[in-house]
């Protein structure tokens, strides 16, 4: 079955620290994995995808095909990080909104 | 660019009564996303649409759960009889080949059945 954990309900560091928001994903295929966040009051926006392999806001993902994991990572938190972050796949072949999604973690950044 | 526009933002009614929700998705997307999120989950797919077409509602309550998109453009969800496990968040989202297949989703609407 296709399905996306994130372990974690919520993850509290302080400004400075460095950030790991974990998923893993369990799919038979080659999936594309993505990172969405949703800031207090806002819409869900995509961050970052497995294929773009960029750095959004400080942001890097790396996907782990023998882990079936795709860490969300950040050397240093900053308080604007604070948000819920939904890791999500899409099925090979299937738009790039046929998303499945995990439950999200909630990163709190303290001052 | 203008976002995805959803309406209304809220919704209250009671169990067995009905409700819509209106979609305007970006201007030129082809594809049409309606979502339910549930307190605590992610977001579910509940139907797909490519233009006026159904691509994919294989996750929705068809019993209840119903949605159209004529002229391929605006989207209406509804749901007839509300249950009380229908109270979530129902986001709408839109993607185009030009951009990417990015989904670009709308502020939501969140429904309560009491």
């Known amino acids: 079955a296709q399905r996306v954990t994130q372990p974690e309900k919520l993850l509290s560091v302080f400004k400075g620290a460095p950030v790991e928001l974990k998923c893993n994903y369990s799919?038979?295929?080659?999936?594309?994995l993505f990172w969405y966040v949703q800031y207090s009051r806002q819409r869900l926006q995509l961050l970052l995808r497995?294929?773009s392999r960029e750095s959004i806001k400080g942001f890097t993902a790396d996907l782990n095909k023998g882990e079936t994991s795709f860490h969300l990572k950040k050397p240093f938190a900053q308080e604007e990080d604070s948000a819920m972050y939904y890791c999500?796949?899409?099925?090979?072949?299937?738009?790039?909104?046929?998303?499945?999604f995990g439950k999200g973690t909630k990163l709190s950044v303290k001052p | 660019e203008a976002g995805v526009a959803q309406s209304p933002r809220y919704k209250i009614i009671e169990k067995r009564q009905s409700v819509a929700f209106w979609c305007n998705p970006i201007?030129?997307?082809?594809?049409l996303y309606w979502y339910q999120q549930i307190l605590g989950q992610g977001p579910k797919l509940l139907i797909q649409?490519?233009?006026?077409?159904?691509?994919?509602d294989s996750q929705l309550p068809k019993d209840r759960f119903s949605a159209e998109r004529l002229k391929g453009v605006d989207s209406t969800l509804k749901i007839q009889p509300a249950k009380l496990e229908d109270s979530a968040v129902y986001l709408c989202?839109?993607?185009?080949?030009?951009?990417?297949?990015?989904?670009?989703f709308g502020q939501g609407t969140r429904l309560t059945v009491v």
């Open positions: 497995h294929i």
């Open positions: 989202a839109s993607s185009s080949w030009e951009g990417g297949y990015e989904a670009f």
């Open positions: 799919y038979s295929g080659s999936p594309e």
């Open positions: 999500a796949l899409r099925p090979y072949g299937g738009s790039q909104g046929n998303l499945i």
């Open positions: 649409f490519q233009n006026n077409g159904v691509v994919d």
């Open positions: 201007s030129g997307h082809a594809t």
